[in-house]
């Protein structure tokens, strides 16, 4: 079994959702409390274990580059004015993985952005974390699909369940269990009506792939809206290999949604010990105002 070593970032969608802060600023670099978006789902596959991080971009997302990257003026800058822990903090910003880029031409899909990265990955296992869905979690999101993987050998979905009323905006399992948190799928539906939904339990941006999901996304005919989708290729795997789901543990938020955002910054603003108290007391005065 080979260790998962890789794991690719897409990061090359233009954010419509949250225009006009996107209009020149990539929505992966839309700061939770301080920090970009990006850099959650980073540090999280550098805990797992990852070494070689991929990060599919497109044009307008030079920043993102930009911020992994030694930075000299601005660390001389910290340390003649004895900003110790700042210049920690942004030490540790460019060392945390190899991170490399490659663009995604066109905007042709979740499946395409993947498959842009077959070169860099070769023929070995490994991982993808969409940027919209951050996890917070004791163990990370994706240390828990890795434990699952090395135990199947086999692809592996992260997993939660979703309100019924939710299945449409997400791909969905149809599968059974094997184990507490863990399903063998026996197929997967990209968004379907709430009526022809196979299930509630939804995949939230977090997966461990064989390579062999390149053959299949070189072979995919564009599903909907005229892209190749991660989902539909995933059904054609299932043809040849087994998948797995896992259900992971940890709070997941949709930063792909306005609300979800919000959600984010405030929950992750009342972990922070220097602006917790402050801020319940805000939130406290505002609820009797509004």
Known sequence: MKKIRKAIIPAA???TRFLPATKATPKEMLP????????????EAALSGIEDIVIISGRGKRAIEDHFDKSYE?????????????????????????????????AKGLGHAILCAKTFIGHEPFAVLLGDD?????????????????KYDASIVGVQKVPKDKVNLYGIIDGYPIQPKVMKVKDMVEKPDYEHAPSNTAILGRYILSPEIFDVLEKQKPGKNGEIQLTDALRSLLEIQDIYSYEFEGIRYDLGD???FLEANIEYALRRMDLQEDLKIY????????
């Not at 939770?32 to 540090?43: E, G, K, L, R």
């Not at 601005?74 to 942004?90: A, G, M, R, S, V």
């Not at 996890?135 to 090395?150: G, M, N, R, T």
């Open 13 to 15: 969608g233009l954010g």
């Open 32 to 43: 939770v409390v301080d920090t970009p978006t990006i850099q959650y789902i980073v540090q």
């Open 283 to 290: 939130l406290k005065d505002i609820a009797n105002r509004l």
């Open 74 to 106: 601005l660390e001389d800058i910290l340390l003649k004015h004895n900003k110790t822990e700042e210049l920690e903090q942004i030490r540790n910003i460019s060392q945390m993985a190899n991170i490399y880029y490659i663009r995604q031409k066109e």
């Open 134 to 150: 951050l996890v917070y979690s004791d163990k990370p999101c994706l240390s828990q699909l890795i434990e699952a993987y090395e």
């Open 258 to 260: 306005k609300l979800g």
